[in-house]
């Protein structure tokens, strides 16, 4: 079992720091900088990934407090609506930050007539390092508790009981698809496979990882979320299956650049 280290915020030089902001902000850094990287060895131009970033951030912060405010508090929301726009409050919900980046990422490519598949796949390529970093910030704060478990990776929490901790678990899978990336990436694929492949991990990871969720708003027995994660499974999987098809599935030319 793994003993319960919390952290909320932190002192430097004088200033005070949120923990998981911190985390958050290194894994978009980071996950920016990999996507960056990736995009200038397939030959794109990747001095457009900082930008389409950018604005990814803005409409995924957007998105993510507009999610959790109308499917998991809303009844709070609609009662103080202004703390919507105050970001000193918890309460960001992933999927509604994938639904904004795919907005923005899309509605930036459009702009400037660039390939959709080709420059998703190569800022997903980085994703999943940022996911497996900011989530640390969420397992630090321990906002995503889950039911009682005897699980090796299970955290002592300080009233006792051994639970499942689901920012840790996020982000041991984010860190795992990227190591798996990594070994795929040894074979040339067709646009849209790292964007599927995504889209089938974190589909199926989410949905079965609510079912551990506790004092999660349910509709029907699911969650908002799990309402999401299912056709995010099947269109990624479709995703995966068009990119497949030879042959476009071919190992890297001697000296390529992958």
Partial sequence: ???????????????????????????????????????????LKADAIPDIAFWILISAFICARLFHAFFYDPLFYLAHPFSILDPRRSGYAMF???????????????????????YADALIFGLPWGIGI???????????????????????????????????????????????????????????????SFCMIEGLSRFLLDF???????????????????PLFFVGAWLVGRAGRPPLCLPLAKGESR
Avoid at 9 to 18: E, I, P
Avoid at 96 to 118: C, N, S
Avoid at 222 to 229: C, D, H, R, V
């Fill in 1 to 43: 079992m793994l003993p319960y280290i919390s952290s909320t915020s932190y002192h430097f030089l004088g200033l005070s720091f949120q923990t998981w902001g911190t985390f958050v902000a290194l894994g978009f850094l980071i996950g920016t900088y990999v996507a960056w990287r990736r995009a200038k060895n397939l030959g």
């Fill in 96 to 118: 509604g930050g994938l639904i904004g980046a795919v907005l923005a990422g899309w509605t930036y490519l459009r702009k400037k007539r660039l390939t959709f598949l080709a």
């Fill in 134 to 196: 900011g989530r640390l910030g969420c397992f630090l704060i321990h906002d995503h508790p889950g039911i009682a478990t005897t699980f090796f990776l299970g955290v002592r929490y300080p009233d006792g009981l051994i639970r499942h901790d689901l920012g840790l678990y996020d982000s041991l899978i984010g860190f795992a698809t990227g190591l798996l990336f990594l070994i795929l990436n040894r074979w040339k694929r067709a646009p849209g496979f790292w964007l599927g």
């Fill in 212 to 230: 551990l969720r506790i004092a999660d708003v349910q509709y029907f027995g699911l969650t908002p979320t799990q309402y999401l994660a299912a």
